[in-house]
Nanobody, 121 residues
Framework: QVQLVESGGGLVQAGGSLRLSCAASGRTFSRDVMAWFRQAPGKEREFVAARATSTFYADSVKGRFTISRDNARNTMYLQMNSLRPEDTAVYYC?????????????????WGQGTQVTVSS
């Protein structure tokens, strides 16, 4: 059974940093795309970043967030710096078959349960 488990969320002041982790089990995703999405209250889920043969970021996080993967540990990370109140959301990791970047949530096969990130002003 494939599972994605996020961790590392929390409460941080604006300008601070957090590092999210997504641990995968039940399948190795070293040759598949993995991504981060987020959903703020009352808003639709939105793409944040993805990493496969290339790396792609949403404009809203470019230059502040960094996605990385440790294939030996089957784990993905999201380093978030210079956090803003508008980054407050539940962050989800996702994985899909195929080693190319996709930004639509409907293209992803597996999802984690989410981790809350709250940025205070």
């Amino acid at each position: 059974q494939v599972q994605l488990v996020e961790s590392g969320g929390g409460l941080v002041q604006a300008g601070g940093s957090l590092r999210l982790s997504c641990a995968a089990s039940g399948r190795t995703f070293s040759r598949d795309v993995m991504a981060w999405f987020r959903q703020a209250p009352g808003k639709e889920r939105e793409f944040v970043a993805a990493r496969a043969t290339s790396t792609f970021y949403a404009d809203s996080v470019k230059g502040r967030f960094t996605i990385s993967r440790d294939n030996a540990r089957n784990t993905m990370y999201l380093q978030m710096n210079s956090l803003r109140p508008e980054d407050t959301a539940v962050y989800y990791c996702a994985a899909a078959y195929g080693y190319w970047v996709r930004t639509s949530g409907t293209d992803y096969d597996y999802w984690g349960q989410g981790t809350q990130v709250t940025v205070s002003s």
